[in-house]
Each structure stands twice: as C-alpha cells, then as structure tokens.
C-alpha cells in the first residue's frame, strides 16, 4: 500500500510517516501542495492523507486536482480546522473521512486502513493462502499457525501478493507499491526481497511459493516448492 502524505508541519510530517511506514505502508511524504500533484501525476497511490495549511496552496485545492485527475482516490483530511463548516466542506468535497488535530496515530492507522477497504484497496484485512496467513493490521504472518519473522519490507511483499492470490503482478507495479519515490535502486531491492521472502516461506514448509514469470514479474500459488 502507498500513501501520499501531504503535511507542511515537519514534525508532524516525520512523526506519521515513521508510523506508516513502520506499520508496512510505503510513505511519499511532502511538504507543499505542487510537490503532492507532482509526486500524484508519476506514481499510482492507494490513498493520501493531507493537511489544509500549507504554504502555498490550501489543501482542498490539492484535494481537487487530485480528485480531477483520480476520482476515488481515497482521502481522509487532517486538520487543526475543527468547526462544523470546514468537517462538512472537506466530506462534501469528496474527502473519505476527516481528522482533526490532535490525534492519534493509531486511529488515523485504523482510519486509513477503513477507507482503503471502503475503496476495494484492501478487503478483508486477513490473507490465507497454502498454509499461509497474513494479517494487514498486525502485521503478522505465519504457516500453519507458526509465527513467520519477516523485515518490514518482506512483510509488504507478501501482503501485497497474497491480496492477489494467483495473478501475477508485474515488477513496476510491485516497486510502485513497495518504495518510495526516495528509496532508489529499487529493482535490485524488490528481487532480494523476493528471494529472501521465498527461502522463509520454504524453510517454514509453507505450501504456498512465489512463482517468478519471466520478464514479467511474481505470483504466489499453492503448491509445495519445487
Ligand atoms: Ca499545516
């Protein structure tokens, strides 16, 4: 899952991001609204969470552009704006749900998770597949009921092939959905990756493994490994 975090407050800007992307989203987080548009026109998001002061632009400004160009773009605003007219100006401008500050963070985590399902992003917050079973909220994977420790990364490498159990997805898309706009090099990464997530779900007997397509990218199906 990506999310575009627009948020001009440093701190707070740092404090969210941290927590996404400890909780196994990939996080692009900006400052301006140009930078959000920017980053929004070159890489698919799954869902932005935005601030309303910005210096340079108000953020329901960015909200619809980023709506002209993506309708059902999951949103949800934060905001320190907590009267009545800016909550209903945000939800009736297209906004999946708003948050005022202060908040926290666990909330606006569950809140994000609700609207990524509410969008068909993310459905039944549980994947099974083959013995293997991955839940989104917690984090935690296991075989056959046996706890699987995996890096945060390898974690959003199997959340993301097991929420297509079967169909292959293609490198692009995975490096789309797992890195950052920051993190480079990304190709080698996401085949380390892979082989690494490949060899535990092995060494765990899972009857569940990751099928390399050629040139084109990865599957996950049942079946032991070869
Ligand atoms: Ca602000």
């Known amino acids: 899952m990506r ?16 927590h996404l992307k400890e909780r196994g989203f990939a996080v692009d987080a900006v400052s301006r609204g140009e930078e959000a548009l920017a980053a929004a026109a070159i890489a698919p ?6 601030d309303l002061g910005l210096p340079d632009m108000d953020g329901m400004q960015v909200l619809a552009s980023l709506r002209a160009s993506r309708t059902g773009l999951p949103a949800i605003i934060l905001t320190a704006r907590d009267s009545i007219d800016d909550r209903l100006l945000g939800l009736n401008s297209g906004a999946d749900d708003y948050i005022v500050k202060p908040f926290n963070l666990l909330e606006l985590e569950a809140r994000l998770r609700a609207v990524l399902r509410r969008s068909g992003s993310a459905r039944d917050p549980t994947y099974c597949l083959g013995g293997v079973t991955f839940d989104s ?8 009921g046996r706890s699987l420790d995996l890096t945060r990364r390898e974690a959003a490498l199997l959340e993301e092939l097991m929420r297509v159990p079967g169909q292959v997805i293609t490198k692009d898309r995975l490096e789309d ?3 950052a706009l920051e993190d480079s090099g990304s190709t080698n990464a996401l085949e380390a990756a892979v082989s690494r997530l490949r060899r535990k779900l092995a060494a765990a007997h899972a ?7 050629w040139g084109i990218g990865y599957r996950l199906v049942e079946g032991e490994p070869a």
């Open 3 to 18: 999310v575009l975090l627009l948020e001009d407050h440093r701190a707070m800007r740092e404090m969210i991001a941290d």
């Open 45 to 50: 998001f799954d869902a932005v969470i935005l």
């Open 137 to 144: 909220v917690t984090r935690e994977a296991a075989v056959f």
């Open 177 to 179: 959905r797992l890195y």
């Open 207 to 213: 009857s569940a493994q990751i099928e390399t397509k």
